[in-house]
Every structure is written in C-alpha cells, then in structure tokens.
C-alpha cells in the first residue's frame, strides 16, 4: 500500500474494531476512492461551432454501509480541478441519506441522495445541487474489481445550466464511470480489505455538451466478516 493508502485503510480498520464483536457478526462495507478524470467535449456533438472544451478533476470519494449487509448509507465528494479553457472547478456534495447492500464479503452496491454546489471560475455558474449517485463494487476474484459510478444531479441556482443533459431532458447533469481495479485483497477474523489502482473511461452531459474521457485512480474497500 502507498503512504495515503495505509493512513485511510488503518482509519477504516480502527472505525471497524470500535464497533466492538456484534458488529462484526452483522457486516458492513466502507470505500474511499482517490481519482483523476478528465472529459473532453466535441467529440461526441454535432455542433462545429461549439469550441473544444474540458474538464479535469481530482477527486475523493467516500461510501459506507453498516454496520449490516444492507442498509443506511452515507456518502461524500470534493473534487478540484480546471476547465478547458482555463478556469479553476470544483464540486463537493454531501449525501446524508441512502440505502446499500454488500455484494457476497468484499463487493457492494448503493444508491445516496445529497446536496452539493460546483462550479468553475469564468466558465461555469456556481450553483448549488440536488444530486443523486450509485455505485457498485463487483469483485472478479482476488486481485480484480469492477468499478461503476453514476451520478444524475439538478441545479438549483444558475438558469444557465438548466436542463443541460441532452440525453435526459428532466436532468441538468448526468455523469457516469467504468473502470477496472487491479489490487490485492487481505482477510483476517473481523475484516476482508482490499486497494489497487483502476483505469477507465468516463462520461458527462452538462449546459447541453457530451463529454467524454478517462479516468485513473486508487480505491481501498473494507467489508466486516460474518460469523
């Protein structure tokens, strides 16, 4: 594991022993990601007017479930980055309420609804949100995962942005992710763990514009065993 790896690995770890045995017995998963993505309009519009634009993002990613194999879920985003042409993004959102399940000991799937704000200097509106994200974490033995992430988000404030997904005409921003893990897994009497590297490619409608490109990041995942 890397440095920031092993420090978020060891706070789940410690989170999970403080639930003491019977919450052990019961099951639980918690997920942090750190990723880089990048998605470039033009590519995929008909509009040879519209000049080239993109968005690059650093992002973390928190979930958890717990401390039952389904159940109330909890979430949180920041991401920073720059548009092209320049102009320094940001998102974040915080999302209170949600229901998730594990998958089998080590995957998981959810859905959270949140509030959040984003926006880019001199490019894109700040504005508040009202999104709502999925996920899920299918294990492919020991040392793949499959990653998939979607979000589909309204925007509160900025007349501008509104009704900017041409795919779902109700939904001022969707945005989606595929990637694949390669990593190693670890087991002991109270938890199974996991962390790797994933690649994959990413999309994003937004102010009328599809997007398309690439994403490159870390992810560490902890589930409580069952006895």
């Known amino acids: 594991m890397t440095g920031p790896a092993r420090i978020v690995a060891g706070a789940l770890v410690a989170i999970a022993v403080r639930t003491g045995p019977a919450a052990a017995e019961l099951g639980g998963a918690v997920m942090a990601h750190y990723e880089g993505s990048y998605v470039q309009t033009g590519?995929?519009?008909?509009?040879d007017d519209a000049a080239p634009r993109g968005l690059g993002l650093a992002r973390l990613r928190l979930r958890g479930v717990g401390?039952?194999?389904?159940?109330?879920?909890?979430?949180?985003?920041?991401?920073?980055?720059?548009t092209r042409p320049g102009g320094f993004a940001y998102e974040a959102a915080l999302?209170?309420?949600?229901?998730?399940?594990?998958?089998?000991?080590?995957?998981s799937v959810g859905v959270v609804v949140g509030i959040g704000a984003s926006g880019a200097v001199g490019?894109?509106?700040?504005?508040?949100?009202?999104?709502?994200s999925w996920w899920i974490e299918l294990?492919?033995?020991r040392r793949l995962r499959v990653l998939g992430h979607g979000r589909l988000a309204w925007v509160l404030s900025s007349d501008a942005r509104d009704g900017g997904s041409p795919t779902v005409g109700a939904?001022?921003?969707?945005?989606?992710?595929?990637a694949l893990r390669v990593g190693r897994t670890y087991q002991d009497s109270r938890a199974r763990s996991g962390n790797g590297w994933f690649v994959g490619g990413a999309y994003r409608e937004a102010e009328g514009h599809r997007f398309v490109g690439a994403v490159l990041g870390y992810s560490i995942d902890l589930a409580m065993a069952r006895h």
Request: hydrophobic share 45%.
């Open 43 to 47: 590519v995929l519009d008909d509009d």
């Open 67 to 82: 401390p039952w194999r389904r159940g109330p879920t909890l979430g949180f985003e920041l991401g920073v980055g720059s």
């Open 95 to 107: 999302y209170p309420l949600g229901l998730g399940a594990q998958l089998g000991e080590a995957g």
């Open 123 to 132: 490019t894109v509106d700040d504005a508040a949100l009202v999104p709502v």
């Open 139 to 141: 294990p492919l033995g």
């Open 171 to 178: 939904v001022d921003e969707l945005e989606a992710m595929v």
